[in-house]
């Protein structure tokens, strides 16, 4: 399809202020100085707030969305890069490109049909349109009844947590490293390097809700907005035997109820709120003057209410092309268990050199940006039938 176009709304935030970025690091548990605290900002390269990269996910998630009546979508992963900071004070705007549609069976649908929806949605500097970064989502689309008979994820019983347990998590939060200014050179990493832990606690409605605080929702309306909305998209309520009320699919991270229409035991995480602790790994790693260039990250298992998660990796290559000095980390998620929730993948950080100087910024390919010139708005292209 590759037809690139101007989404016709935002998710959640059109600019980068201070408070914007703070809500947010709340949301994900992030407490780098360099997010948040305007003095200790100032002091660095910078010279004011900037956001972790994520935090673009606030401003727009996908391509696709609400609409595909009876139709679930699981965020399952995505690849990012990044070209520049996302400083305070920069206003946002998106351009988003649908590129391909995979259909292959899935557990999640039972013996029916999944669908993969991939797509990217290219983040701009709205005053100067310079690209500011860019991520390839992964999208799971599945029929709400299929994944509901399926059950594939019922019966996991909620884990039991005992004194022990609670005092290596404890532990484990009083020995987060945030490497903030001191500058990590390249020519101090080896290969075979440890990254992390970070950890995210046993997860919990109040998890999600300080999440939503600061990444925002497109679905979560109330009063007169919420029947407006319902007035122009009719089918959009889920229906919930359990309860016997219908109410927005996206209570699903919030309510078992609503999670078991879809064939999952207990109530979950969002899928970006993850890629942003696979992102505060990064961040907490790579210190103030380093850059994050790249992300992957699958999300494969489901991280249900009481789940506990654990990012860690591993420097797996260290190289120099020009003036960039890269390092590649092969990170990864499991649970409490030990069940891995998002699989090995590679990243990659650009670190400042002794020999080199400072970090130098990657740049986007000619295509990506002749895509986003040749963006129109998604409502003109719907009018004449392109899209």
């Not at 019983?157 to 490293?177: F, G, V």
């Not at 120099?320 to 000095?325: A, I, L, M, V």
């Amino acid at each position: 399809m590759n037809k690139p176009f101007i989404p016709s709304g935002i998710y959640y935030n059109n600019e980068a202020t201070a408070d914007t970025i703070r809500h947010y690091v709340d949301g994900i548990g992030d407490t780098n100085p360099l997010f948040r605290d305007a003095a200790y900002a100032k002091k660095t390269k910078y010279g004011r707030i900037i956001a972790p990269g994520t935090f673009l996910f606030t401003h727009q998630w996908t391509a696709t969305g609400s609409g595909l009546t009876g139709i679930h979508g699981w965020y399952s992963g995505g690849d990012w890069e990044w070209y520049r900071p996302i400083y305070e004070g920069t206003k946002l705007a998106s351009v988003a490109i649908i590129r391909d549609m995979e259909i292959k069976e899935g557990r999640m649908a039972g013996s029916g049909n999944i669908y993969i929806d991939y797509g990217d949605i290219v983040y701009l500097n709205a005053e100067t349109g310079e690209i500011l970064g860019k991520e390839l989502y992964h999208i799971v689309w599945a029929e709400r009844s299929a994944a509901g008979h399926a059950k594939k994820e019922r019966g996991r019983p909620k884990h039991t947590y005992t004194k022990r347990d609670w005092l290596q998590i404890l532990e484990a939060y009083d020995h987060e490293e945030i490497r903030g200014s001191e500058p990590r050179y390249w020519e101090d990493v080896n290969i075979g390097d440890r990254v992390g832990p970070v950890i995210k606690e046993p997860l919990s409605v109040r998890d999600e809700l300080v999440f939503l605080m600061g990444a925002g929702s497109p679905y979560l309306k109330t009063h007169k907005n919420e029947f407006d909305y319902e007035a122009r998209h009719p089918r959009f309520l889920e229906y919930v035997e359990e309860t016997g009320e219908a109410d927005a699919p996206e209570l699903v991270h919030y309510l078992d109820q609503f999670a078991r229409v879809i064939g999952v035991e207990r109530a979950y995480d969002y899928g970006n709120q993850r890629m942003s602790w696979l992102c505060n790994l990064f961040t907490n790693w790579m210190g103030d003057d380093g850059f994050l260039y790249r992300m992957s990250g699958d999300e494969r298992a489901f991280n249900m209410m009481g789940d506990t998660t654990i990012l860690e990796g591993k420097v797996v290559r260290k190289y120099t092309q020009e003036k960039c000095c890269f390092v590649d980390i092969e990170a990864w998620a499991k649970n409490q268990t030990g069940e891995v929730t998002m699989p090995p993948n590679i990243s990659t950080i650009i670190l400042p050199s002794h020999e080199k100087g400072s970090v130098a910024y990657p740049e986007p390919s000619l295509q990506l940006m002749d895509e986003v010139k040749r963006a129109r708005p998604l409502d003109e292209l719907r009018s004449e039938g392109l899209i």
